[in-house]
C-alpha cells in the first residue's frame, strides 16, 4: 500500500492548538485590543470604502477558526463594520441589541476561502491563443470581473492572479476596492516575465531577451503595485536573464514564483534562488539527483522554500471528461455573455482532457514526498481559469484532491487554504482566521466539512469585510 504524505501536516505554519479555556481567554484580550484599535481609528481605505455599517451577529454554528484550533460547538461571531470584533460561545458571549441575528445553526463558520494561485482572465477555455485573440479586448470589462464574481460566490475572499494583464488586474482590483464589484481581495503578479522569444502576442506575457530587460521589466511591475513577480517557461539559456529578475526583486522586497512543470524550469529557478516554484510534472517519476541537491542546499541555507503543486490540474482530469454536466452548471457562467459562455462550453466539449493514468498520482505522491523529506513548504493554489477549471469550481475542487487523494485531514486542509495563505502572502495580521480584530472574510457551509468536506462547494453565505455578498 502506497503511504500518504503528510506534507502539509508537517509542513505548514505552525499549529496554534490552544485548550477551550485559554481559548476564551485569548479571545477576550482580543477583544480589548480591538476596541483599542478601534478607538485609534486604524483603518485602511480600502477598508473604509466596503465598510457595512450592518453590525452581524452569527450564532449556533460550529466555528472552525482557520488556525488548526480544534472546532467549537454553539459559537457566535459578532462582525462590527468590516472587523470581526468578537468571538465566543452561546451563554458566555452576550449579543447586543443593535445587532443582526443570523442562525448559522447547523452550518459551519470558517474564514473565507484562499486561492493563491488564479488566473482570472482565463475561463476555463481549453484554447489560450484562441481565447486572447478573441477576448483580450474584454479581458478588463468582462472576463476578470465575471472570474471575480464567481470566486467571491464561491466563498473564496482572497486570491492570487499569477500571469494577467497589468493594467487589466490593476483596474478590476481597484474596482473591487472601491465597492464598484463584487470580487476579492486580490494580490497579482500582473504579467509573467517570460525569458525566451516566444509568444509576443499575448498580454499577459512579457517576453525577455536580454539582462537589461529582465531588470527594468521586473521594476515596471513593481512600480505598477504588482505583489509578486511570476516567471513563466525558463530554459537553461535564460539562467542569467532569470538571476537578473530575482536579483531586482528581492532588492525592492518583492518574491519571485517560477512556473517548474519541467526539471529545466525547476533548476533554473533554483538556481537563481527563487521563492517558490509551481506545479508537479508528471513526466518524470521523480526528481533528479541535481535538482535534489539543490532543494537541499537551499533548506540548509536557511532560506525557505515553498511549491504550490496544484494536483487537481492533472488528478481530476478523468472526472471533468467522464463526468461533464458541471459544464451545464449556470453558476460557471455568472456574468459572461451568451456568446462566450457558448463558445468555452463548446471547446470544452470538443476538448481532449489528456486523462491521466493512476500512475500519475502515484507520481505526484512520490515527489510531494521527496520534497516535504526535505523541508519544502505547501503553499495552496488551484490554478484557477486553467482549461476546465472555472472559477466556481476550482478552489474547491483542488482542496477535495488533496483530503480525499491525498490523505490531507479536513482541518488541516481549511487551515492550509485560509491562515497559512494569508501568512504566506503576509497579511496573517489583518486575515485568515476568525479572530476579533481581523477583517469579517467568513464563510459557512452546511453541516461539517470534517465529516463531509464536499459541502465546501457550495457555501450557505459569505462574508467579505463584514459585508454580506452570498
Ligand atoms: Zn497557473
Known sequence: MTELPTIPQINTHKNHILDPMKYFEFRLLRLCLVFFAVSLNVMSNQALAQLDTTKYALVGGLLIDGSGAEPVRNSIVLINGNRIEAVGTIGRLAVPEDYQLVSTEGMTLMPGLWDPHVHLLYSGHPDFSHWFATYSDQF??????????????????????????????????????????????????????MPIDVLQTMPHIIPIDNDRKAVNETKRLIADGMDFIKILGAVPESQNMVNAIVRTAHAAGIRVTAHGRNDDEIRVALIAGVDEIQHIGVD???????????????????????????????????????????????????DLPADMELDIRQAIA?????????????TIKRKLQSLSERGVIMVFGSDEGSFGHPASESTWRELETWVFELGMSPL???????????????????????????????????????RHFSTLREPAMVFKNGVRVR
Open 140 to 193: 478588463a470589462n468582462v472576463t476578470i470581473p465575471a472570474s471575480a464574481h464567481q470566486i467571491l460566490m464561491a466563498g473564496v475572499t482572497s486570491v492570487r492572479d499569477l500571469a494577467v494583464n497589468t493594467r487589466d488586474i490593476a483596474r478590476v482590483r481597484q474596482r473591487i476596492e472601491e465597492g464598484e464589484l463584487p470580487g476579492p481581495t486580490i494580490y497579482a503578479a500582473g504579467a509573467a516575465l
Open 284 to 334: 518524470t517519476p521523480t526528481f533528479p539527483e541535481d535538482i535534489l541537491d539543490l532543494i537541499e542546499q537551499r533548506i540548509a541555507s536557511g532560506i525557505p522554500l515553498y511549491w504550490n503543486p496544484t494536483v487537481g490540474m492533472i488528478l481530476n482530469t478523468d472526472e471533468l471528461a467522464a463526468d461533464p454536466e458541471w459544464l451545464d452548471d449556470p453558476k460557471n457562467f455568472l
Open 350 to 362: 470538443r476538448a481532449n482532457f489528456n486523462v491521466q493514468p493512476r500512475s500519475a498520482s502515484d
Open 412 to 450: 488541516v486542509a481549511i487551515k492550509w487554504a485560509t491562515s497559512d495563505a494569508a501568512e504566506y502572502m503576509g497579511v496573517g495580521d489583518e486575515v485568515g482566521t476568525i479572530t476579533p480584530g481581523k477583517l469579517a472574510d467568513i464563510i459557512t457551509v452546511t453541516g461539517s466539512p470534517l
